[in-house]
């Protein structure tokens, strides 16, 4: 299995300003995800970051608004940039490990854009 | 393209009640079937998961079967428990391919 944690747990953040999240995982894993959840909502994945490549955006998302990291094979950051109040949400990042046919998930980062 | 539909909710029930949560897919391929849980202010936990059709996948009390036939993965417990509410998705992967999640389902047990 693996496990996840997340930095920060939630922000309040102000209008026009970025937050970088931080994806901690405890074994080596190629690949990675972050999602969004808007309230109330399910998740929507934002984009895939495999370590040595660029990240895979989803219809919908792109790099100047959420510009992800990927530099080793345990941890990755998302950037929100230049934030609006539709940026509120849970944002969620997740693993595949090798060999393993299921995501592991962190306990996401709840954001509040004022 | 592949995708999850899930009976919407809430759905509340007494505690000891009998929970059903109806899950049916439309995949190209042959995709693995998964429960994720969500308990308030909490990420995502897997709750169980079917790799193959006939398999029943089943953790705390909760069993879900993959059935091909009629492309659905109903998860069901016999007697839940007000620990038991929380937001549940149905989920769905192919292999190569994203997760696709469907829109959750909120479940509140009433003491």
């Known amino acids: 299995s693996a496990v996840i944690s997340q930095k920060p747990s939630r922000d309040i953040c102000q209008r026009g300003t970025s937050l970088t999240i931080q994806c901690q995982v405890d074994?080596?894993?190629?690949?990675m995800f972050w999602y969004r959840q808007q309230p109330g909502q399910s998740l929507t994945l934002i984009a895939t970051a495999n370590q040595g490549s660029e990240a895979t955006y989803e219809s919908g998302f792109v790099i100047d608004k959420f510009p992800i990291s990927r530099p080793n094979l345990t941890f990755s950051t998302l950037t929100v940039s230049n934030m609006s109040p539709e940026d509120s949400s849970i944002y969620l990042c997740?693993?595949?490990?090798?060999?393993?046919?299921?995501?592991?998930f962190g306990p996401g980062t709840r954001l509040t854009v004022l | 393209g592949n995708s999850v539909t899930q009976m919407e909710g809430p759905v509340t029930l007494s505690e000891e009640a009998f929970l059903t949560i109806n899950c049916t897919y439309t995949?190209?391929?042959?995709?693995?079937l998964f429960w994720y849980v969500q308990y308030p202010g909490e990420g995502l936990q897997l709750l169980l998961k079917?790799?193959?059709?006939?398999d029943k996948g089943s953790n705390k009390g909760f069993e879900a079967t993959y059935r091909k036939e009629t492309t659905s993965f109903h998860l069901e417990k016999g007697s839940v428990q007000v620990s038991d509410s929380a937001v549940y998705f149905c989920?769905?992967?192919?292999?190569?391919?994203?997760?696709?999640f469907g829109p959750g389902t909120r479940l509140s047990v009433l003491p």
């Open positions: 079917a790799t193959k059709a006939d």
């Open positions: 074994s080596q894993v190629t690949m």
């Open positions: 989920a769905l992967m192919v292999y190569g391919q994203n997760f696709v």
């Open positions: 995949a190209t391929g042959y995709p693995s």
């Open positions: 997740s693993a595949e490990p090798p060999s393993y046919n299921e995501q592991f």
